[in-house]
């Protein structure tokens, strides 16, 4: 299919079966299917031979995926060993928000007509554009520089992540991820002059130390939201029930509770008192809560002191 639409693929979907397809099981050989993937995020040229079927080579193959998949999509990635041992994680920037659900309404707020109309002239605009060609007439990338300053903001954020990868670093278990995200702010910047200096401005190839500046700090963000993530893929049950726990405490909005309480509250979630204490004492030792030793226990039951900048950070 890349080889009909000019090397270039589009996969946006609110699924996540793409990534059955690439862990290949829907070929006979049940092998991984993710070197056009990986080759994809740097426009590396892509060659397979096929037998009875023809050959097929890409020069610069280039995909664009966006998915909205649901948490136990995330964790099945973690799962596949291939799939982080090669690189193809790393090559996803991954948003975990927090769940809506028991706080929705049954009517969303309507979208501004602004950002509708922006948007739409924004699409149309470039669809509307030419394609760049080279002299042969082949289809080749607009070419996008940095300015000096976004230049000097780029190698700025590059050793920061780089610093952070060394031993006992913040990153030093996300190396991976660690790895491609300097390019990745590269990326976001490269988005954000596409489609807001572009759309206005097409023959502005240059990209400003504005527009570098806040690719940087959404690039941050996406550091801070793929370590959820990866949490995410190799969570293990104890940690599964603290959130449940967690969850409780942040929707009750308490700042002190017993095992007692908490238990009764629990009890269609975790039944068994051990499975209950496993999952506190995930949250003491990750500092959400405190035990309380004198007055909070006795008949109540231990009590459990929330600490009250987890729940800020939380929110």
Same mark, same amino acid.
């Given at each position: 299919?890349?080889?009909?639409?000019?090397?270039?693929?589009?996969?946006?979907?609110?699924?996540? &079966?793409?990534?059955?397809?690439?862990?290949?099981?829907?070929? /006979?050989?049940?092998?991984?299917?993710? $070197?056009?993937?990986?080759?994809?995020?740097?426009?590396?040229? +892509?060659?397979? $031979?096929?037998?009875?079927?023809?050959?097929? @080579?890409?020069?610069?193959?280039?995909?664009?995926?966006?998915?909205? /998949?649901?948490?136990?999509?995330?964790?099945?990635? &973690?799962?596949?060993?291939?799939?982080?041992?090669?690189?193809?994680?790393?090559? +996803?920037?991954?948003?975990?928000?927090?769940t809506m659900i028991g706080n929705r309404l049954p009517e969303g707020a309507p979208?501004?007509?602004?950002? /509708?109309?922006?948007?739409?002239?924004?699409? *149309?605009? @470039?669809?509307?554009?030419?394609?760049?060609?080279?002299? *042969?007439?082949?289809?080749?990338?607009?070419?996008?520089?940095?300015?000096?300053?976004?230049?000097?903001?780029? !190698?700025?954020? +590059? =050793?920061?992540?780089?610093?952070?990868?060394?031993?006992?670093?913040?990153?030093?278990?996300?190396?991976?991820?660690?790895?491609? =995200?300097?390019?990745?702010?590269?990326?976001?910047?490269?988005?954000?002059?596409?489609?807001?200096?572009?759309?206005?401005?097409? $023959?502005? +190839?240059?990209?400003?130390?504005? *527009?570098? @500046?806040?690719?940087?700090?959404?690039?941050?963000?996406?550091?801070?939201?793929?370590?959820?993530?990866? &949490?995410?893929?190799?969570?293990?049950?104890?940690?599964?029930?603290?959130? !449940?726990?967690?969850?409780?405490? #942040?929707?009750?909005?308490? =700042?002190?509770? *017993? #095992?007692?309480?908490?238990?009764?509250?629990?009890?269609?979630?975790?039944?068994?008192?051990?499975?209950? $204490?496993?999952?506190?004492?995930?949250?003491?030792?990750?500092?959400?809560?405190?035990?309380? @030793?004198?007055?909070?226990?006795?008949?109540?039951?231990?009590?459990?002191?929330?600490?009250?900048?987890?729940?800020?950070?939380?929110?």
């Amino acid at each position: 299919m890349k080889g009909q639409e000019h090397e270039k693929l589009s996969i946006l979907s609110d699924e996540g &079966g793409i990534f059955d397809i690439l862990a290949g099981h829907y070929n /006979v050989t049940k092998n991984a299917m993710i $070197d056009i993937f990986l080759k994809a995020f740097s426009m590396i040229s +892509f060659k397979q $031979d096929r037998i009875g079927r023809g050959s097929i @080579h890409i020069e610069a193959t280039l995909s664009s995926i966006g998915l909205m /998949v649901q948490p136990h999509v995330i964790e099945a990635l &973690g799962r596949n060993d291939k799939f982080r041992g090669r690189g193809l994680i790393a090559r +996803f920037v991954f948003f975990v928000p927090s769940t809506m659900i028991g706080n929705r309404l049954p009517e969303g707020a309507p979208l501004d007509l602004r950002y /509708v109309g922006h948007y739409d002239e924004m699409i *149309t605009r @470039h669809l509307d554009s030419p394609w760049n060609r080279d002299e *042969t007439g082949r289809i080749i990338p607009y070419p996008l520089e940095l300015s000096e300053g976004a230049y000097e903001l780029y !190698k700025e954020h +590059f =050793s920061s992540i780089e610093a952070r990868m060394r031993h006992g670093g913040p990153l030093e278990e996300m190396k991976d991820i660690g790895g491609k =995200s300097p390019g990745m702010a590269i990326k976001f910047a490269g988005l954000f002059h596409v489609s807001g200096v572009l759309t206005f401005c097409p $023959d502005e +190839f240059e990209i400003s130390e504005e *527009t570098m @500046h806040n690719a940087i700090v959404l690039n941050e963000f996406a550091l801070t939201k793929g370590g959820i993530a990866l &949490g995410v893929m190799h969570m293990n049950q104890d940690t599964k029930n603290a959130i !449940k726990v967690w969850s409780w405490i #942040r929707n009750q909005g308490l =700042s002190f509770f *017993t #095992r007692e309480k908490c238990g009764q509250s629990m009890k269609s979630r975790l039944r068994y008192r051990q499975v209950l $204490d496993r999952a506190l004492g995930v949250l003491i030792e990750r500092n959400y809560i405190r035990e309380l @030793h004198g007055p909070g226990g006795g008949k109540m039951g231990k009590g459990y002191e929330v600490n009250p900048l987890a729940l800020k950070m939380d929110n």
